[in-house]
């Protein structure tokens, strides 16, 4: 079973940065499209930032020129660079893998337990 563990969140203040990673055992990582996941208080999940190794990365409208995804295919671990945080972007981060087949169907892979962002005005 893959098992995805995200590290990295805190408290910033807004306009600060953070990098988020994801640790990811169990997955080949050039069959699965690889994402992070937002969700904040009282709001739906939302897709922040999406890739295949070696692929295009696509992001999320609310976080387009501030935020950067990448991966290292040695470690098996992707990371969420965010720069000019705002905080609307203060949300619990996840995580997500799933096959490059199924990658417009994020809950038929596999997710991480979240890691908490907090951005203070």
């Known amino acids: 079973q893959v098992h995805l563990m995200e590290s990295g969140g805190g408290l910033v203040q807004a306009g600060g940065s953070l990098r988020l990673s994801c640790a990811a055992s169990?997955?080949?990582?050039?069959?699965?499209?690889m994402g992070w996941y937002r969700q904040a208080p009282g709001k739906q999940r939302e897709l922040v930032a999406r890739f295949t190794p070696g692929g295009t990365p696509y992001y999320g409208d609310a976080v387009k020129g501030r935020f950067t995804i990448s991966g290292d295919n040695a470690e098996n671990t992707i990371y969420l660079q965010m720069d000019s945080l705002k905080p609307e972007d203060t949300a619990v981060y996840y995580c997500?893998?799933?096959?490059?087949?199924?990658?417009?169907?994020?809950?038929?892979?596999?997710w991480g337990h979240g890691t908490q962002v907090t951005v203070s005005p």
């Open positions: 169990r997955i080949i990582f050039s069959d699965n499209v």
């Open positions: 997500n893998a799933v096959h490059t087949s199924l990658y417009l169907h994020p809950n038929l892979g596999s």
